[in-house]
């Protein structure tokens, strides 16, 4: 708890600090104010303290999901030193805005109470509504926000509608609570509970842009700007997933038999839109945004896949995902400025001649996305298809499986792009701070893939 | 541990090898890893078979990183250990880009492939035969010919999607282990399946390596694949990696699946004999020598896979004979492909001929392991190939039959190849052309050596495969 009122209190005061003109002292403090976040988070480890008349319940799924977002939020900040160097204004604004933004996944971690949810879903995302229009004369990343706003705030609606309906059938917003009025109806549920529960859902899985409620997020990612996007398709997903998990684990199983079939519908859709989608892409944005809906199938078949380690595989796999996808739209960073502000697959050309010690690094992290021995993504799959296969999923596993395959090529389409000669106009320049975070978290996503196989939870 | 020396020498040399910016000096450590591995590699064939390396790896998940051998994986040890001297050897003195990466990948291939062929476990398995694979791609891909980026590309996702029913399979199988799952060989042969779930995990486990090897219908990243690769790229290929296909069905199929391989048994064979006449009659139409040889080493791998489903001693210790042989013999013939191009600047058939008057030597050692690839007496092809077919013949007398065309196809498109080639007039365009280097002796002559010597003296090899060949023939009854 005092982990999420110190995020809070460090948004306010990095917001304040843009007053100050100087620049140079935003990240540090930031990052120096998480870092304490961490220590905060890890010492709450075990004590399942609960609070608002236990509206928030703080265990060690809520504690390991915060640590994993934190450090993925430090990571992005400590990118930030260098993408924020030649921005001028309202630098202050997006450090806080993200600050903002945890605090609300913080609080999607850790609800056990439906206004809970509500509440974290609503602080995480007004502040990306912001942030995606972060560049204020950008068509697109205007349209962006725009659109996210719009669309968002629709999925809010909709989730809050599906509260009220849950609310007026069952009296109560309290999971547990929730969990044994559904359960006394034995799988046959008046409709009006049954529509709230579908459209808690769809407001979740708008969220975690699960096919078919992911019409937004190609766009989104594409128009807002890199560093917002990266923290958009990792923090985010990862914040959703963990509430989503919670909401199934906590309030909503066993599933009445339609809901569960829509939710594996939702998969199969999800990992099939996902994987299709991406093979089109020629702008790596919108590739990195179709493939991050293909991860959330895979996500969802491991949280479908009712099980005991469910929980610690979401961990391990939105964690190792997420270590791989910062950096690459990092390196995607780099390689824009080298070609003029392009955001094709093309700008990857050359890379491997110019600077190969960034380009191995891009591979590792790509093998890793598209789940490849002896990276972590491989892991992090193979879990999921234990969990999935030892449930007796077959047919759902070879689908997903069969859509692997279909990841495997584009993530490859990149990759033979990094080795194809061309040099492009500009010099790729990479600050020594990028380079050594680039090479750590390509040597960390190995190192996970071969030794550490499964975080505490 | 000597099993986890001989998997770590070629990675550790491997990955020290980008320390190097010499090209020569990182050539010769190259060689010398993989001369060394070789050596160890001989001295294993003395020692009993009970050496074997475990530690715990992923214990939640029932993986232990077990290492071990038995008959077969020792041929296979044997073959890689014994044709990566020669590949890192094809490198030398040629004009190559950024050689210690090269070489790294080289003998990272090397290692995995060395992993695949000892490990215990089905997750180590699995994890080293997807391993192998990409050092194979970046070489195909970076140092590869006309077309690679397509090709490779296709290469490599066809195998892979192969691997990755491998995948489910193997964790199928996990999850019908007793107790605590693991996915440990020894408990997946010990499960016993309902038939009618072996009939479909059959071919879930038997794709991959179907792809691998390849067999009819599965062969189409092959012919590109060997056509655009690289000298060692096509060596690594063709000698090495179709084999893991013919290894992994050996360990997975006929333990854990037995009556999953019986139901399938003869379409199997069936399958492997069109891929044998089919190849052959496309390799005898072809023009380019490159795309011809990789016709012709699929038919002799579909021969061998209509081998294995037979089920029978004789046939079994020919596969396992002729895995060696046609190791040892498609590299030598593929790199003297090779030679062809870099004298003449192509591989197609109708622009060549008449290289015997300019390359004498060249024309008397392709002619040696030509006959060695149809399988002529006193080359190892033949010991190979008539226990083959006379355990096909056990079988039927028409699989004996189409199984035997290879020989006779064989020698007809070969020896077509060979007088295209070498043969005829001399032409104006290749009058540069000269004889094999100094060099070129160092990679055939040891080669021919061992063909004419295993086709001579068969008899060591069939002693480490005595144990596992009667282990074989009672399993089948």
């Keep these: 708890m005092s982990a999420l009122i110190f995020t809070i209190v460090l948004g306010i005061i990095v917001l304040y600090l843009g007053f100050t003109k100087n620049k140079a002292i935003l990240a540090p403090v930031a990052i120096a104010g998480l870092g304490v976040s961490l220590i905060l988070s890890i010492r709450d480890w075990g004590l399942g303290s609960k609070y608002f008349h236990d509206m928030i319940l703080l265990d060690n799924f809520s504690i390991a999901f915060n640590i994993s977002m934190i450090i993925i939020t430090i990571l992005i900040f400590l990118f930030g030193v260098d993408y924020y160097e030649t921005m001028e204004f309202h630098v202050a604004e997006h450090y806080a805005l993200m600050l903002f933004a945890l605090t609300g996944a913080f609080l999607m971690t850790s609800f056990s109470n439906l206004i809970m949810l509500f509440l974290g879903i609503e602080i995480l995302s007004i502040p990306l509504y912001v942030l995606a229009g972060g560049k204020k004369y950008s068509y697109r990343s205007n349209e962006a926000s725009f659109k996210y706003f719009m669309l968002g705030s629709f999925a809010t609606a909709i989730f809050l509608f599906g509260i009220a309906l849950v609310y007026g059938a069952s009296a109560t917003f309290y999971l547990p609570e929730i969990k044994t009025y559904i359960a006394q109806f034995n799988g046959h549920l008046p409709p009006m509970l049954m529509v709230g529960l579908l459209f808690i859902l769809i407001g979740v899985a708008f969220k975690i842009a699960a096919a ?33 998990y919670r909401l199934l684990g906590m309030g909503l199983l066993p599933l009445p038999p339609q809901l569960e079939k829509a939710l594996w519908v939702m998969t199969g859709l999800t990992l099939l839109i996902g994987n299709l989608g991406a093979l089109k892409q020629n702008n790596f944005k919108r590739l990195l945004a179709y493939s991050a809906i293909s991860h959330s199938g895979f996500l969802m078949l491991a949280m479908l896949s009712q099980h005991d380690s469910s929980a610690s595989v979401l961990l391990y796999y939105t964690f190792v995902y997420s270590l791989a996808t910062v950096p690459l739209f990092i390196i995607f960073i780099l390689m824009k400025r080298a070609s003029d502000g392009l955001e094709d697959l093309t700008i990857f050309r050359g890379l491997y001649k110019a600077k190969p010690w960034v380009a191995v690094p891009a591979i590792v992290l790509l093998m890793s996305l598209a789940g490849i021995p002896p990276t972590s993504g491989f892991m992090a799959k193979y879990q999921v298809f234990v969990l999935s296969i030892s449930q007796g999923i077959l047919l759902t596993s070879i689908f997903a499986i069969i859509m692997a395959i279909i990841g495997v090529y584009y993530y490859f389409f990149v990759i033979r792009e990094i080795f194809t000669d061309k040099q492009q106009p500009y010099p790729i320049i990479v600050s020594k701070i990028n380079g050594a975070l680039i090479i750590v978290c390509t040597v960390a996503v190995l190192f996970m893939g071969i030794f550490m196989w499964r975080l505490p939870i | 541990m000597i099993l986890l020396i001989i998997l770590l020498i070629p990675f550790i040399t491997g990955l020290s090898l980008l320390f190097f910016r010499k090209a020569a000096t990182a050539r010769t450590v190259a060689l010398i890893s993989t001369v060394v591995n070789l050596l160890l590699t001989l001295s294993l064939l003395n020692a009993d078979q009970s050496v074997t390396y475990s530690a715990q790896w992923i214990n939640y998940l029932g993986i232990q990183f077990s290492l071990g051998y038995d008959g077969i994986s020792t041929i296979m040890l044997l073959l890689t250990n014994l044709l990566f001297p020669f590949v890192v050897m094809a490198g030398f003195g040629r004009d190559q880009k950024n050689v210690p990466m090269l070489n790294c990948l080289i003998l990272c291939a090397q290692a995995a492939l060395i992993g695949v062929f000892l490990a215990q476990n089905a997750f180590l398995f699995y994890v080293f035969w997807e391993l192998a694979l990409i050092p194979v791609y970046f070489i195909l891909l970076v140092w590869g010919g006309d077309d690679r980026k397509a090709i490779t590309l296709k290469f490599f996702i066809y195998t892979l999607a192969g691997s990755l029913f491998l995948l489910f399979g193997i964790i199928y199988l996990y999850q019908l282990t007793p107790g605590t799952h693991t996915t440990d060989f020894s408990a997946f042969s010990q499960l016993h399946i309902p038939a009618g779930t072996q009939n479909w995990l059959f071919w879930i486990l038997f794709i991959a390596f179907a792809i691998k090897m390849p067999i009819f219908p599965f062969h189409t990243w092959q012919p590109p694949t060997y056509k655009m690769a690289s000298t060692q790229g096509v060596m690594i290929l063709a000698g090495v990696m179709t084999k893991m296909g013919i290894y992994g069905a050996l360990r997975f199929l006929f333990p854990v699946v037995p009556l999953g391989v019986l139901y399938w048994q003869n379409l199997v064979i069936i399958m492997s004999l069109i891929g044998v006449i089919y190849a052959s009659v496309i390799a005898y139409k072809h023009t380019n020598l490159k795309t011809m040889i990789a016709y012709s080493s699929m038919a002799h791998i579909s021969l061998m896979a209509a081998a294995m489903f ?112 070498m043969l005829g007039d001399k032409k104006v365009a290749f009058a540069k052309a000269t004889d094999l280097r100094a060099l070129d002796y160092w990679i055939l002559v040891p080669l021919i050596v061992v063909i004419l010597g295993l086709g001579i003296y068969p008899q060591p090899i069939f002693d480490i495969l005595k144990p596992v060949a009667e282990v074989f023939s009672g399993l089948a009854h």
Aim: proline share 4%.
């Design chain 1, 212 to 244: 078919p409620f992911h019409f937004w997020s190609p766009d989104v990612y594409e128009g807002a700007p890199t560093l917002v996007t990266a923290f958009m398709a990792t923090v985010v997903k990862t914040a959703g997933f963990a509430a989503f």
């Design chain 2, 310 to 421: 037979v089920l029978n001693a004789y046939a079994y210790q020919g596969l396992i004979f002729q895995v060696l042989s046609h190791g040892v013999t498609i590299a030598a013939l593929f790199y003297l492909a090779c030679l062809v191009k870099e004298q003449t600047g192509t591989t197609e058939m109708p622009q060549l001929g008449g290289l015997k008057i300019n390359a004498p030597n060249m024309a008397i050692l392709f002619l040696i392991i030509l006959l060695g690839s149809i399988a002529l007496p006193l080359t190892a092809g033949f010991v190979g190939e008539f226990l083959m077919i006379t355990g096909l013949f056990q079988q039927s007398i028409w699989f004996a039959l189409f199984g035997g065309l290879t020989m006779i196809l064989g020698a007809i498109y070969m020896l077509y190849a060979y007088q295209r080639v």
